[in-house]
């Protein structure tokens, strides 16, 4: 059975860190790109970043350029999320799944596969 896994959320402070995961099982991660996703409730889901296959590109949304690193181990078939500098306008659950298109498109998060149960994320003081 094909899955995505999703881990390491929770509550940090304005300017705190959190690192997410995305563990794979069923398929490997190697074929894919992948992207994570953040969707606050009422809202639609938001492309926040893109890894090639190969992790040579990646893509970001501008509202976490700069503050978000987008990485992958092939080997462990997971992914990762390097949040730093947080802010409260991050309070999102996030979710990762894989991208159907290239990385490098500016609207690559329009075509993507199944996604994982999600990790919550909240940012406050």
């Known amino acids: 059975q094909l899955q995505l896994v999703e881990s390491g959320g929770g509550l940090v402070q304005p300017g705190g860190s959190l690192r997410l995961s995305c563990a794979a099982s069923?398929?490997?991660?190697?074929?894919?790109?992948m992207g994570w996703f953040r969707q606050i409730p009422g809202k639609e889901r938001e492309g926040v970043s893109c890894?090639?296959?190969?992790?040579?590109?990646?893509n970001y949304a501008d509202s976490v350029k700069s503050r978000f690193t987008v990485s992958r181990d092939n080997a462990k078939n997971t992914m990762y999320l390097q949040m730093n500098s947080l802010k409260p306008e991050d309070t999102a659950v996030y979710y990762c799944?894989?991208?159907?298109?290239?990385?490098?498109?500016?609207?690559?998060?329009?075509?993507?596969?199944?996604w994982g149960q999600g990790t919550q994320v909240t940012v406050s003081s």
């Open positions: 069923g398929f490997s991660l190697e074929y894919y790109n």
């Open positions: 890894i090639s296959n190969g992790g040579g590109t990646t």
């Open positions: 799944a894989t991208v159907l298109s290239s990385c490098q498109r500016d609207r690559w998060y329009d075509d993507y596969g199944p």
